[in-house]
């Protein structure tokens, strides 16, 4: 047997979650092939199988944990089998007795002991007679009475938990479903890897920083209207699509070489300016909202911008991102625009000392040349550390983000 054992997935990172097993018990994989999802706390990653042959002993359900170098399953070296050579994953030359027990998989087999049930008391459906997770799940809810409440007895409400806590390192976690008056219901499962990380560094940020927030609106129509213009040309030429992001981004970036405090940091008694713009987008994936990072941004072009957030997109929904996509960054980025917000307060990520919200576009009327007219606006917002930038300057750096949009051409004439 070939052990698959968690891979070293960063400096820092010492445990991981057991996302989704790719294959089951019994299963023939082919070497790298990928056997199972793994979600840390800044990304998820894949692991491949070392060789081909016979899954086995899988000994992390779903959603629990493991620390780095902990056996996760094993697998028996065989060659590819042929057409009609296997059946439900093992080997056709090893006869199965009429009597011997399906199949338990390794969900199933903690709920079953959960709920003390046999085998012989769960109908199997999986393959080759395997028993499943929902399999046992049915059994378990055959096997539980509905709750009957007297006529006079008065109906209390389910108890709920005040508070949710971590699971052992190792330990095996399920869903846990309490049923209570009137098919009142709760579901409790663990929080990701990544949603606890998100969560540290948010309270972080409010606990460590003086943050501030200002606001203006842009008019969209200049960039809309040169959008419209060449985005069939762009997209031929580059084969990706002209976005807003990549002028935010490239606007951000004039920003930044204006106003440097917006790009620093603070370390301990020194403030570390950077001069380079390393710019997160945060975007939407599988596991939630990750800020995967675009490096050096003042030396890319609208097609590096576009093309690099696309990719960061499709390895998102993938679970793809690696660690490193995710590390580092000297600003921030966050469209709720796509999600239709029309205006919030974003929070900085730490240890970076500025983020810009992006929000929906909505024609609104305003005043031009002492005419009321109907123009597509965007509510801009900058959340930044008071501590390291003056409100002089945040009120600054959204002014030149606007003066920018509304007249995108300065990009290129550097005015």
């Not at 042959?53 to 899988?58: A, F, K, L």
């Not at 338990?104 to 459906?125: C, Y």
């Not at 790009?263 to 710019?279: K, L, T």
């Not at 939630?288 to 097609?303: I, S, T, Y």
Request: charged residues 25%; neutral net charge.
């Amino acid at each position: 047997m070939v052990e698959v054992k968690v891979p070293t997935v960063g400096e820092s990172i010492q445990e991981v979650q057991i996302g989704q097993w790719l294959k089951r018990e019994g299963d023939w994989i082919a070497k790298d092939e990928n056997l199972v999802d793994l979600e840390t706390e800044k990304a998820s990653v894949q692991v491949p199988a070392p060789v081909s042959g016979y899954v086995r002993n899988i000994r992390k359900a779903a959603d629990s944990f493991a620390g780095i170098g902990e056996t996760l399953a094993e697998i028996e070296p065989a060659e590819q089998p042929t057409s009609g050579s296997v059946q439900g994953g093992a080997p056709a030359s090893t006869p199965a007795s009429s009597t011997a027990q399906p199949r338990v998989m390794p969900a199933a087999r903690r709920i079953m002991e959960e709920n003390q049930l046999s085998a012989s008391q769960v109908p199997a459906t999986g393959p080759g007679g395997r028993i499943l997770k929902e399999d046992a799940q049915r059994a378990v809810a055959a096997k539980t009475p509905a709750p009957t409440v007297a006529p006079t007895a008065a109906v209390k409400p389910v108890a709920t938990q005040g508070t949710l806590e971590a699971a052992p390192r190792g330990s095996s976690v399920s869903t846990s479903l309490t049923a209570g008056a009137g098919d009142r219901m709760e579901e409790v499962k663990p929080l990701s890897m990544i949603r606890r990380t998100i969560a540290t560094r948010l309270v972080q940020a409010q606990h460590t920083a003086a943050l501030l927030t200002t606001f203006n609106e842009v008019d969209m129509q200049p960039v809309m209207e040169l959008r419209n213009k060449y985005r069939d040309a762009f997209q031929e030429r580059h084969g990706v699509k002209l976005g807003f992001m990549s002028f935010f981004a490239k606007a951000s970036v004039e920003a930044l070489r204006r106003f440097p405090s917006v790009n620093a940091e603070i370390r301990g008694n020194n403030i570390a300016y950077r001069h380079y713009a390393d710019i997160g987008i945060a975007i939407g994936g599988g596991k939630g909202l990750v800020v995967p990072v675009l490096r050096n941004v003042e030396k890319m072009g609208f097609a590096d911008v576009e093309r690099t957030i696309g990719d960061f997109a499709r390895k998102a929904m993938d679970n793809r991102l690696m660690p490193e996509d995710l590390e580092g960054g000297t600003f921030t980025i966050s469209n709720g625009g796509i999600y239709g917000s029309l205006l919030s307060t974003p929070i900085v990520n730490p240890p970076q000392s500025a983020i810009l919200g992006l929000h929906a576009i909505q024609e609104r009327p305003v005043a031009r040349d002492g005419q009321v007219v109907i123009r597509p606006m965007m509510y801009l917002a900058l959340t930044y550390d008071h501590r390291i930038i003056d409100g002089r300057e945040a009120v600054g750096f959204l002014k030149t983000i606007k003066e920018i949009v509304e007249d995108p051409t300065r990009l290129f004439l550097e005015v």
